[in-house]
């Protein structure tokens, strides 16, 4: 395309790069161009709308006024190049290289085992490492606050603090933080050294191994970018795209002109708002307005009333400014800028902070920005500028809520923003809650302030504002004008609340639902600001106000976000284990150190084929509808469209028998792929896309569990296992009591997303696959029967898999299906990469679960009979629904050996998106639903919940409900050393404690056992094969049929391999899973990809040591190479396949018997939290959990699968919500409302301890199958915090019995926690709440 000549030339440098674009595209944004245009592939897209972090770069800037360079972290998803010009970035590839040299914090982030799938890693090297140019020796709080925009999957982020730990310039251990003792006093320490005879360990990596620090490594500022800064101050910039063009005035009066001249053009500081709308609302811009380097929107200063802020300041400058206000002027100049702080600390990642500048904030005025509530009960002053002149507006709920009076005009910008001082007789507070503490939309946020009669308790003023309630930020203005002049006490509280609830008006059908707890929240925040107020009250005159309760004053206090702090203990491998044998140690993940550098190869990752195409995908937009047409006609005229392909474009099978790949005539859910449309860039392909036009003819939909059984909707027979005699045991019991229970759905949320490049070779029909798939055959099968060429002309390679956990099992196939069909079709290369949104909206989730309960037990707490019936929402096709069902009935006793049992299952059917397979496989389910009737039994008996679990749980040699034998001691061992490395008792004790004195703040505590298996019920299944070359320079190469999903397979393979073949790990490579070398791999899941894939490798490596034991015989001090060269020589094949069987696995229905599992994983976890009962928000203080899972092959894969899917549990059972609209259209689809455990979340003290001495005679070397136990145990959090939730509503007065559902989020927490405010909500307008 040829450039038009008004653009100017974009300059800035890229890792020291210049870069020289005569003709940028201001639509571009840098992620792409990094990604396609340098090929800088490192810089990840996890989600392309700023909420993941896995794209985050450094940018620097010099500042030609103050002659400093900033250095900030910025995701590069939402940065323009445009506004680039004149920066410095830095991406992962700058930062170090296994080519050149690797960076401290990429060393240390692998040594220490922070990455697993790795494609969130270099967001987390680049977030730490913008911190380290600004801090070289940061505190522990700016390591984690650095990370608060990156978001992992895998890890469960204790790692990778860990790691980053060692940069910090103070001491890192627990500080005697509550807790008496100190951490590093215990035993063991954290370090890796303890060899107390039974040979357990502690600490996974050594900090003795890691290189220094070297600032004088780190890139310098290019001077020719400090020299551009200085002469281009006055030159106006024009960038002139296809369809926009980005102007960058170089002075006020400029920006001005063309603000007139371009009313409607957007003036983008950070682009965090306008390039949402870009993205999401398809909203177009012809000319963007760029004011950054105006240096009256940069101004800060002191003013007589206050603080004058520039209005592109950023916010993290923004943070900055106030923290050294606040700490240089007296306290009752600052209540304002406190306010803000305190919003500032949790307000999105530090990225988004960085980016976003307080003027963007106050203009895009979100209903749920959380500044802005803060500036306007301040009293905030705008100061703007137009070509008419300068006025002053000040920032108030009307200029919010876009009254025309109160606004900015179209011509005009803001200058700055003057946020006053506060008074002495002022008190202002700030508050928020989210679905998560940290990056994550406030649900409601308030700003509230009073002020006072000097020396009174009278109101002269007040100033109560609430976002998130309405679609603007909402003041309750008449409610305040009518508490003037009230004296500030309790009957002003009740009248206040009253007021409040009968002006902030929200409809019960109100967007974003959950209004009763928007509405108590409304409540329950003036409460605390009453309280807070009272106490400052209390603090300027003591004499004159009484104390407030002791026990009221846990409504004041936030919970504070501290470092995780833990220990990770294992057992060491024998003394006398030969010292090249790496077996047992902890190694660092094979690809760790590429992990950090950016150099690890995704799918995405690879460089374009010649003549590749793109692809975007066209869904259905019904839930159950005909379809009556597809026109494309449209979608043809976008420049760059190639083809749309659609089921009749399929030479073979469209997908298999149960489902589709292609529509047909009717589609069965939102999100059912439709037709596909094909472009020379992916912009184009989505385009196009955009433009295909379905029509339908709706059908009625069946949406919920209930639904379904009403409409008798089910895939497959009801699964059914009972053993005892159900009526006996219900008649020999004390009691009997009934409940129900619900469990959202789960999204996978892996961090890369579905990928697949499909590359026609060119003859004989012959098809290359890269997949991000985790079962290649089946990928290969699929594409095969759908291009209709038989299975020897696909080949399917995996390198590796940005994370997958059960959501890249059957999908990817389909997936691959549709690229190769429209490769076929074009005779080219077809690249097929999901968008974050369309991925969670096609590929199923975990399923949606509803059990239903009947027990019976004695007084004593003894359950002698359940009957237990448990439906999951299949989705609209099998899937693997049936297994799953399966597998919730066969593991629906969890730890508990009930004499009279019957569990009933069934998979239901209805028009959501298909449910599919997801870590755990059904066990998270119904073992939470296990330990809810456990949980119904103590409440009723009133006995300990640790007593019941205990006195019910499977001792010794037993057998299951379907007659499988096991033996429970390492179950039992596991909950006996939880309960006493935990201190459980005494801390349940001090937990009882705190909550005598603290009524507004529960703690609560629990401990939760596990009996979990690996495998699958199936022989078959179980089956793994190997192919090991050695070439004649002794180099080995290990291929196996399991795929590197982030677990450490490949990892563990080559341990295995390594001790098999008696050779050093540095002799032996892995470099990809493919179709090609081992044929028929079964899919990499159910925990056991590493032991049987191991045994496969294993069998492999013993045929071919056997071969060269002859010549080794002859010259037993001769070297591996020698070896290798003379069996060369003697014609001795070196190459060998290995095979495994597999377990045998049964299970007859018929019978509701089998053998089902060959051997079970035990554990324990303990979990205590902390509520605040006001608003439902929690803290996770410590978790502390036990696994059996017998030898370990590597401690640090292990212990790393333990932790990531503990998390992941946390996640599950407290946080992530699906939310469907009731046409079956998913509304979370990406980081920005569905919300996955960040660094905020895992326990402040977070410890692992695998149990010694166990084996496991099944799998190799002892070993047992980790990658999905884990999970199960973060629903300790979820009972703890039910602990804490019963304690609150004990204290109420309320029934102990209560149904609380899953995932207990802080709604269902604070609802929960019944009391005044709530009863105001629901109607009951009194108040009893007395201070
Ligand atoms: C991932 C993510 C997480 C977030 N989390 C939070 C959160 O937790 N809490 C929260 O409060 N907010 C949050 N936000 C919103 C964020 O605060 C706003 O997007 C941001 O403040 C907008 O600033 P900006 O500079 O990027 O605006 P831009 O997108 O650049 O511009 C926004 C608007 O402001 C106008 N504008 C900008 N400057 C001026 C000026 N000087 N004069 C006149 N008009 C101007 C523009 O014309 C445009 O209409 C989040 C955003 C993202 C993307
Ligand atoms: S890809 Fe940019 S934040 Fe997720
Ligand atoms: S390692 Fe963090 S997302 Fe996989």
Redesign the pocket.
Known sequence: MACPPQSDELIFFVNGRKMMESCADPEEELLSYLRKGLRLTGTKKGCG???CGACTVMISTYDPVSKKILHYPA?SC?LPICSLHGTAVTTVEGVGSTKTRIHPIQERLAKCHGSQCGFCTPGMVMSMYALLRNHPEPSMEQITAALD?NLCRCTGYRPIIESYKSFAGEPTCCQLRGTGQCCLDQEGGVSSSSDRGDRMRSGLCNPEEFQPADPSQEFIFPPELMRMAQEQQGRTLFFQGERTTWISPASLRELLELKTKYPK?????????????MKLGGVHHPVI?H?DRIPE?RIVSNTNNGLMIG??C??AQLRDILMKAVSGLPEEKTKIFYALLQ?LR????EQ?RS??????????R?S?????PVLAVGNSVLN?ASTDGKRQIPLTDDFLSGCENAD?KPN????SVLIPYSKKDDFVSAF?Q?ERRK????IV?SAMRVLFKPGTNIIMDLNILY?GIGSTTVSAKKSCQKLIRRQWNEQMLGEACRLVLGEIFLSPSAPGGKVEYRRTLLVSFLFKFYLEVLHGLKMMDPSKYPDLPKKYMSALRNFECRPPQGRQVYQDVDPGQPPQDPVGHPIMHQSGVKHATGEAVYCDDMHPVDGELSLAVVKSSKAHAKIVSIDASEAFKVPGVVDVVTASDVPGENGTKNEKAFAGEEVICVGQIICAVVAESDIQAKRGAEKVKIQYEELEPILTIEDAIRHNSYIGKEKKVEKGNIERGFNSADEIIEGKMTIGGQEHFYLEPNSVLVVPRGEDNEMDVYSSTQYSSNVQELVASALDVQSNKIMCHTKRVGGAFGGKVTKPSYFAVIAAVAANKTGRPVRFILERHDDMLIVGNRHPFLGKYKVGFMNDGRIVAADIQAYINAGCTPDESEMVIAYIVLKMDNAYKIPNFRVRGRACKTHLPSNTAFRGFGFPQSGLFAETWVIAVATQTGLPPEKVRDMNMYEGVNVTPFKEQFDATNLRKCWTECLEKSEYYSRKTAAEEFNKQNYWKKKGIAIIPMKFTAGFNMTFYHQAAALVHIYTDGSVLVTHGGVELGQGIHTKMLQVASRELKVPLSYIHLCETSTTTVPNALVTAGSVGSETNGKAVQDACQILRKRLEPIIQKNPEGKWEDWVKEAFKQSISLSATGYFRGYDGNMNWEKGEGHPFTYFVYGAACSEVAIDCLTGDHKNLRTDIVMDIGCSINPAVDIGQIEGAFVQGIGLYTLEELNYSPKGVLHTRG??HYKIPAVCDIPEQFSVSLLSPSQNPHAIYASKGVGEAGLFLGCSVFFALRDAVSTARKERGLPGAFTLNSPLTPERIRMACADDFTQMVMGLYFLRVSV
């Not at 053009?265 to 709308?277: C, E, H």
């Not at 949790?346 to 990642?349: I, M, P, Q, R």
């Open positions: 709308i700023g909420g995701n939402l925009g053009a957007p003036v983008v500081v950070g682009n965090t708002s306008v390039g949402l709308d307005l004011p929107l209005a592109a950023r916010l919003q949790t307000l999105a990642g988004i980016l976003a500048s307080l003027g963007g904030h106050i203009v895009s979100g749920t920005w959380d500044l802005n703007l900015i005009e910008v803001i200058v928020r989210a990056n994550a939309l406030s946020n976002g980081p920005d």
